[in-house]
């Protein structure tokens, strides 16, 4: 029997009840699509993006990469610097790495946005990411830039 490719889920901690609810519709998405997933863990979102190179570079390869976390707006600017160099460097790893990446990082305003872009029976931000991700390793396929 054939092991089943893997995806990596990278999931930010901070807010934790949010990221259950985003792994949980992501990993619904992943065993749908036949894969096999592994979790990793990250204390924040700024921790993403090395966690994904570190995998990345890691001996067992995984097929692609589900980035998810949430930064909430505070009173200061921290939010803006942590949202915006996180995405970046995912962006970065995604295109200069070739990497199969669905991005999931929730950036709201208040913890009820960040609820509702979690909550399972709704547009669940983790289950899209997973949908992206998948996407992305058949295009990968397609332009045979991975095994088939």
Avoid: W
């Amino acid at each position: 029997m054939v092991k089943p490719e893997k995806i990596l889920l990278i999931e930010a901690r901070y807010y934790e009840d949010i990221a259950d609810a985003m792994a949980a519709g992501a990993i619904a998405v992943i065993e749908k699509g036949g894969y096999a997933y592994d979790r990793l863990s990250v204390p924040g979102v700024f921790e993403v993006p090395a966690a994904v190179k570190f995998a990345h570079q890691a001996r067992e390869p995984y097929a692609g990469f589900c980035a998810m976390g949430c930064v909430i707006r505070g009173e200061t600017d921290h939010y803006e610097h942590v949202a915006r160099e996180a995405s970046r460097a995912l962006m970065d790893l995604s295109v200069d790495d070739t990497i199969a990446l669905g991005f999931g990082i929730l950036t709201c305003d208040t913890r009820e946005q960040a609820q509702v872009r979690a909550a399972l029976g709704g547009r669940n931000k983790g289950a899209e990411a997973a949908e992206a991700c998948l996407r992305m390793i058949e295009l990968k396929r397609t332009f045979h830039l991975s095994p088939q």
